[in-house]
């Protein structure tokens, strides 16, 4: 039986009694703790606001500990702080006293680690931030979160020689609408083989496939901060973005799940399982929390 989970204000931590697999999964995008504050001080509504939103992934993850291996979920939604951006990603047109550096086009259009958009380019707030504030918000949340990420990862290569990371989002219908009568329904990104081994990555695309899914690779997402910094295959980690077509699932509209949402979840068990099965060992005992 999975242990209790663990709670902070970063992340909820979903562990196995016994740990079997090197493979970490994460859902950096999930989070869904709006709180007052935020909500008073957004100019969007409580449906816009989470336009952005990986909204159930976590709940598509529920099988990981099943399978001996680990889920790390956000709690801060991403419109408040984006855990999949680097802390140093602040944006001049929305942070006082911030200095453009250089060219990042996630900064510049409005999706650096404190977000100044939200899905459409609608913007979430009619001011700006003090510099302060959105230092607080990396401190409270994005520094926790990947903190535990890297140690769980360090974990996984003591234990099992590597780790394996499964960088789990979802992406609006929109984003793939352009690719064709043959578009993906589920984007694995390695940044084009820097992220990830090529054994990996097939072994991935592989779990999908058996359940009849189509799925690309590397359009038009390759995987952004947490593929670009843990993804490290001659060090033994290994980083796979995914990227779930949200309207196999939910309502995009309404952000509510569909007739079929439990079904879709048994099929996301059987991926988890044969992903887990990638790293998997003799039963390791997880260490005391």
Same mark, same amino acid.
């Given at each position: 039986?999975?242990?209790?989970?663990?709670?902070?204000?970063?992340?909820?931590?979903?562990?196995?009694?016994?740990?079997?697999?090197?493979?970490?999964?994460?859902?950096?995008?999930?989070?869904?703790?709006?709180?007052?504050?935020?909500?008073?001080?957004?100019?969007?509504?409580?449906?816009?606001?989470?336009?952005?939103?990986?909204?159930?992934?976590?709940?598509?993850?529920?099988?990981?500990?099943?399978?001996?291996?680990?889920?790390?979920?956000?709690?801060?939604?991403?419109?408040?702080?984006?855990?999949?951006?680097?802390?140093?990603?602040?944006?001049?047109?929305?942070?006082?006293?911030?200095?453009?550096?250089?060219?990042?086009?996630?900064?510049?259009?409005?999706?650096?680690?404190?977000?100044?958009?939200?899905?459409?380019?609608?913007?979430?707030?009619?001011?700006?931030?003090?510099?302060?504030?959105?230092?607080?918000?990396?401190?409270?949340?994005?520094?926790?979160?990947?903190?535990?990420?890297?140690?769980?990862?360090?974990?996984?290569?003591? %234990? #099992? /020689?590597? +780790?394996?990371?499964?960088? !789990?989002?979802?992406?609006?219908?929109? *984003?793939? @609408?352009?690719? =064709?009568? &043959?578009?993906?329904?589920?984007?694995?990104?390695? %940044? #084009? /083989?820097? +992220?990830?081994?090529?054994? !990996?990555?097939?072994?991935?695309?592989? *779990?999908? @496939?058996?359940? =009849?899914? &189509?799925?690309?690779?590397?359009?038009?997402?390759?995987?952004?901060?947490? +593929?670009?910094?843990?993804?490290?295959?001659?060090?033994?980690?290994?980083?796979?973005?995914?990227?779930?077509? &949200?309207?196999?699932?939910?309502?995009?509209?309404?952000?509510?799940?569909? +007739?079929?949402?439990?079904?879709?979840?048994?099929?996301?068990?059987?991926?988890?399982?044969?992903?887990?099965?990638?790293?998997?060992?003799?039963?390791?005992?997880?260490?005391?929390?």
């Amino acid at each position: 039986m999975p242990q209790p989970p663990v709670e902070t204000p970063a992340y909820l931590l979903s562990l196995p009694s016994v740990r079997r697999s090197g493979v970490v999964f994460s859902s950096p995008h999930s989070g869904c703790d709006y709180g007052a504050d935020f909500l008073a001080r957004t100019v969007l509504d409580g449906r816009l606001v989470r336009s952005s939103e990986d909204a159930f992934v976590d709940r598509l993850l529920t099988a990981v500990p099943r399978e001996g291996a680990v889920l790390i979920a956000a709690r801060a939604p991403r419109a408040y702080v984006d855990l999949n951006r680097g802390p140093d990603e602040l944006d001049p047109a929305l942070i006082e006293g911030v200095r453009a550096q250089g060219l990042n086009p996630r900064v510049t259009a409005g999706l650096g680690v404190i977000p100044r958009v939200v899905a459409g380019g609608r913007a979430i707030y009619s001011g700006k931030l003090t510099r302060a504030e959105a230092e607080a918000r990396i401190a409270r949340y994005w520094r926790p979160y990947h903190a535990r990420l890297a140690a769980l990862l360090a974990e996984s290569r003591a %234990r #099992f /020689g590597r +780790a394996v990371l499964i960088d !789990v989002h979802s992406m609006p219908r929109e *984003a793939i @609408e352009s690719l =064709g009568h &043959r578009r993906p329904e589920i984007v694995l990104g390695d %940044r #084009f /083989g820097a +992220a990830a081994g090529a054994g !990996v990555v097939a072994a991935v695309e592989a *779990a999908f @496939e058996a359940e =009849g899914l &189509r799925v690309g690779r590397n359009a038009p997402f390759a995987g952004a901060y947490i +593929a670009q910094a843990y993804g490290k295959p001659a060090q033994g980690s290994h980083v796979v973005q995914v990227e779930i077509d &949200r309207s196999l699932y939910m309502n995009e509209t309404t952000i509510s799940p569909r +007739a079929d949402f439990a079904a879709f979840c048994a099929l996301m068990g059987r991926v988890v399982a044969r992903i887990a099965a990638i790293d998997r060992d003799e039963d390791v005992p997880l260490a005391a929390e």
